[in-house]
C-alpha cells in the first residue's frame, strides 16, 4: 500500500472520530467523567484529608532516598577518582573543599562558605580535613584570588604574601609546594582543590600539575553537578 493511500486511510478514519464525537455528544461525556472524578476527589478530602499531606511525605521520602542513594554512589566515585589522582600526580595530598551557603547576615544575605568533604593522602600524613570546616570565604583572601586566575601554584611561602592564615595552616601541616584549581559547575563555581606537596626534589613543573588538575577537576565537577541537581 503506498504512502498516498495510507494518508487518505488515516484522514478518513480521524473523520469518522469527529463525527461520532459530534453525533454522540462525547465530550459532553468527558466533561461529566471530569466532574464526577474532581467530587469524588473532594468528597476523599474531606473524609481523610490526611491522605494528601500523607503522600506528599511518602513522595518526599522517597525523593530524599534517592538523593542520599545517588550520593553515596558518587562519594565512592570521588573517593576513588582522588585515590588514583594521588598516585599519578605523585602528591602528598588532595583534598575537595566544596562551597555552600552558611548562616544568614542580618542583611538577609548568606554567608558564602567552603568545606573540606573528601581528603586523600599519603601513608605518613595526617589528615587536616576538620581544620577546613565551614571556612567563610570573607576570611580566606587566596579564596578571591583563585576565583578570579581559576588556578595557582607556587610554594606556600608565597601564600604569606596575600594569606598568611592560610600560609602559616599549610606550613605547620608540612607542606611545602601548594596548588589548586577551581572546579566550575554549569552555572556556579561549585568547589576548590587543593594539592599539596611535603618534600620537593629540585625545582617543581606548575604547568604539569596544572594540566592534571584540569583533568582532575573536569571529572569531579560532572560528578558535583548531579549531586547538586538532586539536593
Not at 72 to 89: F, G, P, W
Not at 96 to 109: D, P
Not at 151 to 158: L, Q
Request: proline fraction near 2%; hydrophobic fraction near 40%.
Amino acid at each position: 500500500m503506498s504512502n498516498i493511500e495510507n494518508t487518505e486511510r488515516g484522514i478518513g478514519w480521524f473523520e469518522r472520530v469527529l463525527n461520532l464525537v459530534e453525533k454522540y455528544k462525547i465530550r459532553h461525556f468527558f466533561k461529566a467523567a471530569f466532574v464526577i472524578l474532581l467530587i469524588a476527589g473532594v468528597v476523599g478530602f474531606l473524609k481523610n484529608p490526611t491522605w494528601i499531606f500523607e503522600q506528599y511525605e511518602m513522595w518526599k521520602e522517597k525523593q530524599h532516598q534517592e538523593t542520599i542513594d545517588l550520593r553515596l554512589q558518587n562519594t565512592h566515585k570521588i573517593q576513588h577518582l582522588m585515590e588514583k589522582s594521588l598516585y599519578k600526580i605523585e602528591c602528598d595530598r588532595i583534598m575537595l573543599l566544596e562551597l555552600h551557603n552558611g548562616n544568614t547576615g542580618i542583611g538577609g544575605l548568606p554567608f558564602a562558605k567552603c568545606t573540606a568533604t573528601y581528603e586523600v593522602m599519603d601513608d605518613d600524613i595526617l589528615p587536616i580535613a576538620q581544620q577546613y570546616q565551614e571556612q567563610n570565604l570573607s576570611l580566606i583572601p587566596f579564596a578571591n584570588k583563585l576565583f578570579k586566575e581559576g588556578y595557582w601554584c607556587g610554594n606556600v611561602k608565597e601564600l604569606e604574601e596575600f594569606d598568611r592564615g592560610l600560609y602559616h595552616k599549610m606550613a605547620s601541616n608540612s607542606t611545602e609546594h601548594f596548588a589548586a584549581c577551581v572546579i566550575e559547575g554549569v552555572d556556579k563555581p561549585l568547589a576548590f582543590l587543593f594539592v599539596s606537596f611535603k618534600d620537593m626534589d629540585g625545582e617543581h613543573n606548575c604547568e604539569v600539575v596544572r594540566e592534571q588538575i584540569r583533568h582532575i577537576s573536569l571529572e569531579l565537577a560532572l560528578l558535583l553537578e548531579i549531586n547538586k541537581n538532586y539536593k
